[in-house]
């Protein structure tokens, strides 16, 4: 099979690439516009393999995708590219339209005019599967979980970029007959995370001897899945997923921000032999405007209907985590050495330097 995975060299999307280049076999085109969180080093353990190609091109620009369909011919499309980051959203939201939206929609046009051109066969085999998010359905109170039919109610811009993206997927399934299929995902971490999310930026703040930031008084909650887990699940999905259909992605993992926090820190202590407990750099900062409290993401329907299960626990998954960044050190020095502090966003919404 071959497959036309947008984000690539993203977090989630490089992971989806590893895994089904050297786990299926499958061949892999890259679509990817390397925008700031993308990371070709993502790529580098499959990078040589004559079953990858990689193809730099941006969502937001029609032509040019419709030129990698007709380079790639793929047989499915996996759509991960997207701007991701809920504090960049309330930053500067026009962008996540722009390439969550637009772009998606775009994506849906050039696979559309793909796909009424392939042979018979092909057509039916044919899949657009769409990578999204549980922040779609809003946020619970301490009970209860995200289902499949649970309504849309996103609060970020780019929570509702998101949903948008969604709509736009169903209207293209609806009504051009494009064979589609979504998934909404909870919290992703893991090895190659760029750090602007909480759990990189509390192991390299932690190992800088920096403050930690916790949003508000860090009771919020969020359902945390392991990125690997999260890329079988994808696949799962493409290979054996119903046409139309939506799944549910999540760890099984809820935990609250400032216990995760606390964890990650007692895992850097003992790994590095300190004296003085890490957590003592945790700082509480200004709040996350329209924070939402806690995602819970109920993952029944894709365990009883197509067998896929977490198989990594939260304990062993940050532990794991933690020694990456830990070994991985170049990886993320060579990201701050392009400029990006990890704080950057945090000062934005409040973080006293
Ligand atoms: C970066 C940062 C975050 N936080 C808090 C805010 C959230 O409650 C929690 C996790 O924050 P983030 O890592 O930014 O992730 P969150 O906003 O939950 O969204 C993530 O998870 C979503 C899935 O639920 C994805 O769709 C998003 O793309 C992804 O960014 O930690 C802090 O307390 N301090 C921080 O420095």
């Known amino acids: 099979m071959k497959i036309l995975v947008t984000g690539g060299a993203g977090f989630i ?77 309330i930053e500067g939201p026009i962008a996540f339209v722009e390439t969550n939206v637009m772009g998606t929609a775009n994506m849906l046009q050039a696979a559309r005019t793909h796909w009424e051109g392939l042979s018979d066969a092909r057509r039916d085999a044919f899949r657009f599967h769409h990578i999204s998010t549980d922040e779609v359905y809003g946020a619970l109170g301490p009970s209860g979980f995200f289902t499949e039919t649970t309504r849309y109610a996103p609060n970020s811009p780019y929570a509702s970029s998101k949903a948008s993206s969604d709509m736009l997927v169903r209207a293209w399934g609806k009504t051009f007959k494009l064979p589609v299929v979504i998934s909404n995902c909870s919290n992703n971490y893991g090895p190659f995370q760029f750090p602007e999310k909480l759990i990189p930026v509390v192991i390299l703040k932690a190992l800088a001897g920096e403050a930690i930031p916790v949003y508000g008084d860090g009771s919020n909650v969020r359902d945390w899945l392991y990125v690997d887990d999260h890329a079988e699940a994808l696949l799962t999905i493409l290979e054996r997923g119903k046409l139309g259909e939506i799944y549910n992605v999540g760890g099984d993992a809820e935990v609250s921000n400032l216990d995760l926090v606390k964890q990650i820190c007692a895992i850097i202590d003992k790994e590095l032999d300190r004296s003085t407990p890490s957590d003592s750099l945790i700082k509480f900062v200004t709040d996350r405007p329209g924070h939402d409290f806690r995602y819970a993401i109920d993952s029944a329907k894709i365990k009883s209907e197509l067998g896929w299960t977490p198989s990594v626990t939260v304990e062993e998954g940050i532990a794991e985590t933690v020694r990456w960044y830990l070994e991985n050190r170049e990886w993320w020095q060579a990201i701050q050495a392009r400029g990006h502090k990890q704080d950057r966003i945090g000062l934005a919404v409040g973080v006293k330097a």
């Open 13 to 89: 999307g490089s992971a989806v690439v590893r895994r089904a280049i050297t786990q299926r076999g499958y061949t892999i085109a890259n679509l990817d516009a390397l925008t700031y969180a993308a990371n070709q080093a993502n790529l580098d353990s499959i990078a040589d393999n004559p079953d990858y190609s990689f193809h730099r091109a941006d969502i937001r620009d029609l032509d040019a995708l419709v030129k990698v369909f007709a380079e790639t011919d793929p047989d499915a499309v996996m759509h991960l590219a997207a701007e991701s980051h809920v504090d960049r959203s």
